[in-house]
């Protein structure tokens, strides 16, 4: 079965200033997708980024950014310029290819940001 | 474009009473849809999946059981809640179509007593 290990519970930044957060998961397949996930103290899950493991090159959106690292079973976030606005906790998850596409969490990192 | 409600939004139940947690999808048709709960502080857990109308497939055994009526409904139930039960429950939904991202309602908080 895959597993997404989240090591960092908490991590914090100053605001416009740059922090990454680390994720690892564990599976037999060779290709799959990758996500992170915001939930603000509203609870909602949002879409933040996602990475198609095929795929070298690192996924981007605005802000963030993704270091995904096949081999070493790695993907990290990466969030540049932080605004208080990304103060919320991060999920990583893991999506199979086969079947319902079923998701798989990570326990999550909540980030602080200081003004 | 397409959207995702639930409801109730938070509820408060004794324990031993039923439950009925409701999630409907707007603007899509055919959606493979999900229910996961999430303990405080911790990550989301898969509960049930459905890839059409009756076919819900569960992950964890528990006290709790799920039904799509419809193409677009996705019912959690319980006949007799425990206090284990309580957590906040989100639905998801997504295409069914290869990699495609799983989409989140806004949550039910719901606390057993």
């Known amino acids: 079965a895959q597993t997404v290990t989240q090591s960092q519970p908490e991590m914090s930044v100053q605001e416009a200033e740059t922090v990454t957060l680390s994720c690892t998961y564990d599976?037999?397949?060779?290709?799959?997708?990758l996500f992170w996930y915001k939930q603000p103290p509203s609870r909602q899950m949002i879409l933040v980024i996602r990475?198609?493991?095929?795929?070298?090159q690192n996924a981007t959106e605005n802000r963030f950014s993704v270091n995904f690292q096949k081999a070493a079973k790695s993907f990290s976030l990466k969030i540049s310029d932080s605004q208080l606005g990304d103060a919320a906790m991060y999920f990583c998850?893991?999506?199979?290819?086969?079947?319902?596409?079923?998701?798989?969490f990570g326990q999550g990192t909540r980030l602080t940001i200081n003004p | 474009s397409q959207t995702i409600h639930q409801w109730p939004a938070t509820l408060v139940q004794p324990v031993g009473s039923p439950l009925s947690l409701e999630c409907t999808v707007e603007?899509?048709?055919?959606?493979?849809l999900y229910w996961y709960r999430q303990a405080a502080g911790r990550g989301l857990q898969l509960l049930f999946y459905?890839?059409?109308?009756?076919?819900i497939s569960s992950e964890v055994p528990q006290n709790l059981s799920a039904s799509r009526p419809q193409d677009r409904q996705f019912i959690l139930s319980s006949k007799k809640l425990l206090l284990s039960d309580s957590g906040f429950y989100l639905c998801?939904?997504?295409?069914?179509?290869?990699?495609?991202?799983?989409?989140f309602g806004p949550g039910t908080r719901l606390l057993v007593l």
């Open positions: 998801a939904w997504t295409v069914r179509a290869y990699q495609e991202t799983q989409y």
């Open positions: 599976t037999s397949e060779s290709d799959y997708y």
């Open positions: 990475q198609e493991a095929y795929k070298q």
């Open positions: 998850a893991y999506g199979g290819i086969q079947g319902a596409q079923k998701l798989v």
């Open positions: 603007g899509t048709s055919n959606p493979n």
């Open positions: 459905s890839v059409g109308i009756g076919q």
